[in-house]
């Protein structure tokens, strides 16, 4: 199957800063992506969907300010998480859509961010 | 509204002892299901799908799982459980719509006792 990285794994900051985070599909193209928030012992929740060369299309009651989205290139998006609070803490997973001949989501191995 | 369900928060199960992770959806159309789990701190391994053609569909690490559309369910099973199979268990649908989004399940952790 098609494999999809996440930058870094984990990650701690202090409040207010700002904290960038990158998937990237290693192996194929990815026209579409996802973003997802994960709580602990909860399910995932889609935060947003990014589109290459496009602006992302956000999930009712995401933040786009506070949370942007780039996909500038058909292997790479980036999450920024901007002035970063203690309850931005969380997981974060990215997925890529792999197309035909696949049909399916390949997932990043997730991101976890402690903001202090 | 699209929906899909996973009745059990948790499974407890005895090691070498067949087990059964429920998944139920309302969805319409055709839409293609999906089994995943999830180690703690990781993300999604992908387990099976089923798109189209034979109900029964057999996956990754001797998990399988039967596609009943009469009951809209996607139920996850595997004939003898190991302890390592101890992790959470997502059902995610992709209608068929074009948009390529996932409906999850509320997640079943798994629990298999030696």
């Known amino acids: 199957g098609a494999v999809v990285s996440q930058h870094p794994s984990r990650v701690i900051c202090k409040s207010g800063t700002s904290v960038k985070i990158e998937c990237r599909s290693l192996?194929?193209?990815?026209?579409?992506m996802f973003w997802y928030r994960q709580f602990p012992k909860q399910s995932l929740m889609l935060m947003a969907t990014?589109?290459?060369?496009?602006?992302?299309?956000?999930e009712q009651g995401v933040e786009k300010d506070k949370f942007l989205i780039n996909h500038a290139s058909l292997t790479l998006s980036t999450l920024t998480v901007t002035s970063a609070h203690p309850e931005d803490s969380s997981f974060y997973i990215c997925?890529?859509?792999?197309?035909?001949?696949?049909?399916?989501?390949?997932f990043g191995p997730g991101t976890r961010l402690t903001v202090l | 509204a699209q929906s899909v369900a996973q009745p059990e928060d948790q499974v407890n199960v005895a090691e070498g002892n067949p087990l059964t992770v429920k998944c139920t959806y309302s969805?319409?159309?055709?839409?293609?299901l999906f089994w995943y789990v999830q180690y703690p701190n990781r993300g999604l391994q992908f387990l099976l799908k089923?798109?189209?053609?034979?109900?029964l569909v057999k996956g990754s690490y001797g998990f399988e799982a039967e596609f009943n559309k009469s009951q809209t369910s996607f139920h996850l099973k595997k004939p003898s459980a190991l302890v390592s199979d101890s992790a959470l268990y997502f059902c995610?649908?992709?209608?068929?719509?074009?948009?390529?989004?996932?409906?999850f399940g509320t997640g079943t952790r798994l629990k298999v006792l030696a």
């Open positions: 997925s890529a859509w792999g197309g035909a001949p696949y049909n399916e989501q390949f």
């Open positions: 192996d194929f193209q990815a026209t579409t």
């Open positions: 990014s589109n290459e060369g496009s602006k992302a299309t956000y």
């Open positions: 969805v319409s159309g055709n839409p293609y």
């Open positions: 089923y798109i189209t053609g034979d109900n």
């Open positions: 995610a649908v992709s209608p068929t719509s074009g948009t390529y989004k996932y409906i």
